[in-house]
Structures are given as C-alpha cells and as structure tokens.
C-alpha cells in the first residue's frame, strides 16, 4: 500500500512556474512508476507525466511535453512535476499516482492515489 500526500498548488499568472511535490509512504514506493494526473472543471482526468522508479524512464504528454519536467527522489519518497509556461488551460487539480509496475505510461495501470492539489493559472 502506499500514501500520497501532493503539495505546491496554487495561483499563479500565465507564464509562471510551479513545482508540485506528491510525498509517499509505504514500502512499495521505490519500485513503484509514479504519475502526474490532472482532472479540470467537466473533463476527464487525463495523464500527464509518469516516471519508473529508477528516475531512468519517463513519459510525458504531448500538450506539455518540454514546460513540465517530472522527477524523483527515492531517498525522500517524494516525486516531483516542475511546471513552466503555465497557461491558463493548465487550471486543474493536480494528483500523484502510483503504479504496482516499475514504469508505466498506461493511466489504468495506477491505483493509489493522492487527494489532489488545485493549480489556478490566471491569464
């Protein structure tokens, strides 16, 4: 089983940066892919980064492909999604999920959960 707790939401103007932060527990965690989700207002949750837990492979979606950056620190049981260029159809609740696979880029493929973090990008 494994516990995640996202942090670092917030408002920020277009074009702004912001830095998510999703700590974990649980004993599973570092071999574990992790993921940044995000669900905006009448949308479905849609997958935007994931990444295996050697930090060795990553995925990312196309619509953010080069202004987020994910990454982890096993040490610290926390994962991170270093977001820039922020535009206002980045506003969404932003969560962390974790995998039962080393590294996946499959959604389905992850079934722990955070509770979600709200990101607001004001234009």
């Known amino acids: 089983q494994v516990q995640l707790v996202e942090s670092g939401g917030g408002l920020v103007q277009a074009g702004g940066s912001l830095r998510l932060s999703c700590a974990a527990s649980?004993?599973?965690?570092?071999?574990?892919?992790m993921g940044w989700f995000r669900q905006a207002p009448g949308k479905e949750r849609e997958m935007l980064a994931a990444i295996g837990w050697s930090g060795g492979s990553t995925y990312y979606r196309g619509s953010v492909k080069g202004r987020f950056t994910i990454s982890r620190d096993n040490a610290k049981n926390t994962v991170f999604l270093q977001m820039n260029s922020l535009k206002p159809e980045d506003t969404a609740v932003y969560y962390c999920?974790?995998?039962?696979?080393?590294?996946?880029?499959?959604?389905?493929?992850?079934?722990?959960w955070g509770q979600g973090t709200q990101v607001t990008v004001s234009s």
């Open positions: 999920a974790a995998s039962k696979f080393e590294f996946s880029s499959t959604s389905t493929e992850y079934n722990y």
């Open positions: 649980g004993r599973t965690f570092t071999r574990s892919s």
